[in-house]
């Protein structure tokens, strides 16, 4: 099939279709064990334990971890091969091998690799036992030499990095390469070419002169691509973008494209050719840090073979600043607000030169309130350092391309290109208008819906949602976009009542297995029935692991139908075939064109379906409304750095050394997105710096000065400022601390973490609904350790009273109350009580209590961070404890095992009770070993599972070997 393309001096082309094994959406259905009685109310008794057919899915406890604002919700932890709907994460075709029960049926679909995986194993063992003893006895002397001690740490690290590498003839059993769920393009029978990539491996770096290169990269990442995404060459609109003249002369670049066009490949083959053609590091900046590790999981294989470390900034992990190494050249993975902090510090250390590239997914959030004004920071500081560093901006909708050309400084490549045709209508009454875009919009009658309701259907479903929901399932999966989370709730159960036998008997096994992993994890009844009819709600308001569970069970067709919030159309990668929006709402205000791309993007994807199309169901009140959002253009990104974002850009050009003087500082200012959005830009820095003197975050370094301002004043940073820069802080929020801090010093209560759990609860608790009549109660039952805080704080038993009793908190302020709350919430997670059970309690939902949790481990290693610019030595490493108590919420016993991708504490448990209690023990498990030791972990998934953890000792070694050429080069020196 053909395509029209219009390029950007509207002539137009015809792109050939260059995907190989484009599949149709699976439609091969199993024979149910047990047939289903057409749906009845009576059909909730399918939930119950006893009547599961197949091994029910880990109950993996997942912690919620997200960088960015509340908001984002979706953010979530990567699908998780090793677990969770396991067999079932490529194909529905392949749901039978997760019912196979494991005694002589676990490894049917690897008896042709048992031997070839015993052989490698067994080779692996050796070199853990016996090649890396080997060499460390003979570097036993190693500080007492005086030749050669180099080359022998070397030979150390070489011979440990030996025994973890996967070797190229392993890609097919060490890998699962069907996990297409995290690809934009999706695999069909390509068996890795081993004879091949062993014929390459030597291929390190590139031959520009080489013909049969790949895109400037050695065969060896065709080989990879080939097997991993089932790609063997670009779209010609990629093929043309790699060539432009900006990208040979490596300029700056902005390319935007419609959703599923295939921009993130462009961009991994750019940073690709960074770190093994330049040898630079590459920074890779996400929106959210569901999308970060899903790209960290994706990009794992290509960073074992082709040597390079893929290192993930999001959610508490990553070094501040980064391992310096001069072996290995690294790819970062980072959400926004990560990358800032990244950045600084490699600017601080005066080592920004040591990136070569920077990559910017959704460029157009740059437009978006708070998170943009943090994005254009990160983007002006790195202009104004002028280090060489070259920006590559990416996005779907961007309303003012030429600003943020001019911002950047960057060239511009704009096509229409979409792989699959996506097929847009407007549903008005019972009649589907389809939408033509020409040189203006059209809506255009395409057909009369007329399903078979009966009367009471009709009354109950006067959209006919139910119908247009049947036309796709269960064949193919459906996303419904809701405006509100009780409006999700309250679609999925409307869609229960009208689902037909056919949709009840599909995958009934698997979908019984979801049901038992969602009730471990204390879901409520009404998702779990759901589930059962091949439904599910998906939004802020449940916890994380729940969430996690519906994006695998959608993405392998256990789920179906999935009614969501408009935030995970931005969020989280769940391709459909039809998309439908259920009103033109976002919350209660109008959608935007921006937000409307977005969810109906999701419809088709290349490998996924064939096709794709978008229904927004619209009143006749609001089509008015609708019709000019859809006729309009996208809206502007425009500047948000003005007031406090300013002002924290000034502040950290002062703190880092970037800027002395008010006339850097207005240089500085001109490299903004708001410099060429308004003229006011002196005006804008003079009240920057009057206010950071005002407060007391900069200082003027001449006395004599201090009355006078001029272009030649010289400024220097104050020990708050340089806390809130270090802290990646708001002046505000570097102040309170340093305030809490101060009355904490005074009576600290250690009879438990409590008091400093305190110090990390948010001060703006307006998002956490609180029942005081309930509070009263906790209070009264509190033990001594809550007791003592509450009397350190001021709390009392009278604020108490007059809380539930409606009347005003006197002595203390109504936040302290309110925050002393929230910290009960976090102590109890701290304790490892199950997000389910402290959720209830507490009478909170799920997802605000995941929430919670994670910003107040965000807030712990910030705050330990500005404790060391602030000199508080004694707080700075309880904070430091907190941070990562309350990011995995697990015994110490379990954290390691727990940094690994897709392990969460059920999982760690299992691994620890099946003798694997550490990394190590992991990656030299033979994967029938691992899959026979613990349950619901096939072959495969162990694969996986042992692949990760030796990528992780890699950079274990990798970190340990920069820390052994730091003490080299010492001991030369001296």
Known sequence: MNWD???????????KRRRLGTTKICQNKLTPKRRQAPFSPKIASLIQPERCESPPLPCNQVEFLCDSRSDSSVCSEIPCSPGVLESALTDISNFESFIVSKGNNSSIKDVNNKNNIEEIDEAYDDLFNSKLEQELNKNQSLFIREKGHFDDVENTFNAFNETIMIKNNELSIMFETKDSFLLDIRESGIDTDNSKLNDTKSCTVLDNNLKDSFYGLPLMVKELFRSYRNIDKLYDWQEECLSLKSIRKRENLIYALPTSGGKTLVAEILMLREVINRKHNALFILPFVAIVQEKIWALSPFALQLDFLLEEYASGKGHIPPKKRRKKNSIYIATIEKALAFVRSLIEEDRLQELGLIVVDELHLLGEAGRGATLETLLSTVLFANKGIQIVGMSATIGNLPDLAKFLRADVFERKFRPIELTEYVKRGDMLYKIVHGESLEFMPDRQLCFDYSAAGSALDPDRLGGLVAEVAPRGRVLVFCPTQRNCENVARLLCQLQRREMLEHAVPERLSLVAALR???????????????????????????????EHAFRSGVISVLCCTSTLAAGVNLPAQRVIIRAPLVGRAPMTLAS?????????RAGQTDTGDSIVICTEREWAGLRRTLEGGVAAALS?????????????????????????????????????????IAEICEECIRSLLKKGAIKIKDPKQENVINEDTEFSISELGDAAIKGCMDLSSAAQLLADINLVSRGLVLLGPLHLLYLVTPHNTDGYRIDYRHYYSLYCSLDDEGTQT????????????????????????ESAVRRFYL??????????????????????????????????????????????????????????????????????????????????????????????????????????????????????????????????LIEKVENLRAEAEEVMDELKMT
């Open 640 to 680: 948000g750095l003005r007031g406090a974002p300013a002002e924290a850009l000034v502040l950290s050009a002062v703190a880092l050394r970037l800027v002395t003087t008010a006339a850097n500082l207005h240089e500085l200012l001109a490299c903004t997105l708001l410099a060429t959005q308004c003229n006011e």
């Open 823 to 952: 910290a009960l919430v976090l102590r109890d997670l701290w304790r490892e009580v199950p997000y389910s059970v402290v959720a209830d309690k507490y009478m909170l939902s799920r997802g605000a209590v995941s929430t919670l949790a994670c910003g107040a481990s965000a807030a712990a290693a910030c705050g330990e961070r500005a404790c060391g610019a602030l000199r508080r030595w004694a707080v700075r490493p309880l904070l430091a404890e907190l941070a990562s108590q309350l990011r995995l919420c697990a015994a110490p016993e379990l954290r390691p095992l727990m940094e690994l991708p897709a392990v969460k504490k059920a999982r760690a448990q299992q691994l620890v009770r099946g003798g694997f209690k550490r990394v190590e023990d992991v990656a030299k498990a033979k994967p029938q070993d691992l899959a026979a030791a613990v349950p619901h972990l096939g072959v495969r998934a162990a694969s996986h599972l042992i692949s990760a953890a030796r990528i992780m």
């Open 790 to 813: 509450a009397r350190a704080l001021g709390i009392t038993e009278m604020n108490a009273v007059r809380m539930m009793t409606g009347k005003p908190v006197i002595n203390v302020p």
């Open 520 to 550: 471990a994890e204390g879901a409520a009844e009404n998702l779990q029935f759901a589930a059962r009819c091949g439904l599910a709600y998906h939004h802020a308001g449940l916890a994380a692991d729940e969430r996690v569970l519906l």
């Open 596 to 604: 409307y791309k977005q969810m109906v993007g999701r419809a088709g």
């Open 5 to 15: 393309v219009s390029n950007s001096n509207g002539s137009t082309s015809t792109p």
